[in-house]
């Protein structure tokens, strides 16, 4: 899905943006009277020129609605009812706020016990515990530095504050969009990869996760910026069963990220590109601890 003007033609295109729908849905079922929102075109496309506002009722073109030659709306498909067809998630249960709840905790919770399309009308959702400071990072390679109050470990446990929660960490990333003139994706390691190939890096064993920028030859405008976001705790977890950190208070975990989180960019030809050369490029990361959820369907 590298080169968007044909992204459409490989089959994984349509896997990838119908999960994409279903963790919208849940979002719905959470958040009842957020959705579509205004937005100025940053750039033109086929039907769209540039500087045109958009808002929930534009015209989705090309998708015509009826023989009229009227098109689908933002609003239109608000509901996914409209289209006859459900999730997981939805179909095995009553679909409730608390029941969508309570199935993003059990499949994506920091004590997730789930995987998409596991979900059965008769398996209770489990409540996950989430894991307050946080560690902040410069582009090019990882100086943290903790601000705020820290969380002590609990010493009996070692991925458990004393408060009773659970130590997260996530990696925050901002890059212009546009700013490679293509595709180009970011990849995050813990510990220098084993290889500077960047054909490589997707199965690299110090992989901790890559994000992708999807951008096309053209568009150039430097001021949009992409953010994601890249989750550190389940490689920090694994380096505590095997003896690379104590624990997971951020008094620990600062230092190691600092000699140990690296990443690297894999530009738009493929190439090992310079993160530092990137105008606005930026990798922040955060630690949190809060207090386990009462009950299942209470979000972190």
Not at 16 to 31: C, E, G, P, S, Y
Not at 93 to 107: E, F, P, R, T
Not at 190 to 205: I, K, Q, V
Request: charged share 15%; hydrophobic share 35%; no cysteine.
């Amino acid at each position: 899905m590298t080169y968007l003007a044909t992204a459409a033609f490989d089959p994984i295109f349509w896997l990838h943006h119908t999960n994409v729908d279903r963790l919208f849905a849940m979002w719905q079922a959470i958040n009842l009277f957020a959705y579509g929102v205004n937005q100025v075109a940053p750039h033109s496309t086929w039907t769209i020129p540039a500087g045109q506002l958009q808002t929930a009722d534009s015209p989705l073109t090309p998708f015509h609605k009826d023989t009229s030659g009227n098109f689908w709306t933002t609003n239109d498909v608000r509901d996914m009812k409209v289209f006859k067809y459900t999730y997981p998630e939805f179909a095995n249960s009553d679909g409730s706020i608390n029941a969508i709840k309570s199935y993003v905790n059990k499949l994506y919770g920091p004590g997730a016990t789930a995987t998409a399309g596991s979900s059965k009308r008769t398996a209770a959702p489990e409540a996950a515990p989430y894991a307050a400071g946080n560690v902040t990072a410069t582009a090019g390679t990882a100086y943290p530095t903790a601000t705020g109050t820290l969380v002590q470990p609990d010493n009996a446990t070692p991925l458990r504050a004393n408060n009773g929660s659970l130590y997260q960490y996530v990696a925050n990333i901002q890059t212009p969009r546009y700013a490679l003139n293509g595709s180009y994706s970011v990849f995050v390691f813990n510990r220098a990869p084993t290889s500077e190939d960047p054909t490589t890096w997707s199965l690299d064993a110090n992989l901790i996760g890559p994000y992708g920028i999807l951008a096309q030859p053209g568009m150039t405008d430097k001021n949009i910026t992409t953010a994601g976001s890249i989750p550190l705790t389940r490689a920090l977890t694994y380096e505590v069963t095997r003896g690379g950190l104590t624990d997971l208070s951020e008094k620990t975990v600062v230092p190691y990220l600092t000699a140990n989180l690296k990443w690297r960019v894999a530009g738009p030809a493929g190439e090992n590109y310079d993160p530092t050369t990137i105008p606005g490029f930026n990798i922040s990361v955060y630690a949190s601890s809060a207090p386990s959820p009462s009950s299942p369907d209470v979000l972190p």
